[in-house]
């Protein structure tokens, strides 16, 4: 069965430096590839997600991803933390078929350091 | 207006009671998902509908149950409530055709089973 490997349940960093949650996924077959942020007391909104195409996918508030086929990896990197990135974030994959449904890692804790 | 609501947003219960959690959408959309967010294991499906006719069982459906009024209305319900179904529960929706893959999610349930 598919499963969502996240390292790491909770990431500190400062504020301005590098972003870098990690993701690996066990298909052998690339699956559909999404992360997910959820705010507190929040729903999960989606960032950014790879189906096909170009493997570095841009997303919302300046993250992006790249899918690595040979590392069955999906990680997710921001140049410059802001203070407003603190959430946990959710990898999420979906098989190539009508279901669709989506299987999640178990989740990364952001904090940011003023 | 939010397009994935979610009723009630917060709720306690007891040990054996039914309680039943509703979610509503206005975005159109023909498939709609019930899971379940736990600490430290991120989100597990519990049911998932393609439309009113067609209910599925996902991962961990066992102590719930689905009803599909009409395709914006999506109930979960536990017939009789443990206190290990404590967790925050979350409706998401897609559609087919389009921009399948993606799912968009309520502001979630969170229920406490005393």
């Known amino acids: 069965a598919q499963s969502v490997t996240q390292l790491g349940s909770h990431v500190s960093v400062s504020e301005g430096a590098l972003v870098l949650l990690r993701c690996n996924y066990s298909s052998s077959v690339p699956p559909y590839l999404f992360w997910y942020v959820q705010y507190p007391n929040q729903g999960l909104q989606l960032l950014l997600k790879y189906t096909t195409g170009a493997t570095l996918v841009k997303g919302i508030n300046g993250f992006e991803a790249e899918f690595k086929k040979s590392e069955t990896s999906f990680h997710l990197t921001k140049p410059s933390a802001h203070m407003s990135d603190a959430a946990e974030y959710f990898c999420a994959v979906s098989e190539r078929d009508s279901s669709y449904k989506l299987i999640f890692g178990s989740g990364t804790r952001l904090l940011v350091r003023p | 207006d939010a397009d994935v609501t979610q009723t009630p947003r917060n709720r306690i219960t007891k040990t054996g009671k039914r309680i039943m959690l509703e979610c509503s959408q206005t975005k159109g959309h023909d498939r709609m998902y019930w899971y379940r967010q736990d600490p430290g294991l991120g989100l597990r499906l519990i049911y998932y509908?393609?439309?009113?006719?067609?209910?599925n069982k996902g991962e961990i459906s066992d102590g719930y149950s689905v009803s599909r009024q009409a395709q914006a209305k999506f109930s979960l319900s536990l017939e009789s409530a443990i206190p290990n179904q404590t967790a925050l529960y979350f409706c998401?929706?897609?559609?087919?055709?389009?921009?399948?893959?993606?799912?968009?999610f309520g502001p979630g349930t969170r229920l406490l089973v005393l």
């Open positions: 998401a929706t897609s559609e087919t055709g389009g921009d399948q893959e993606t799912q968009y």
């Open positions: 509908s393609f439309d009113v006719k067609d209910i």
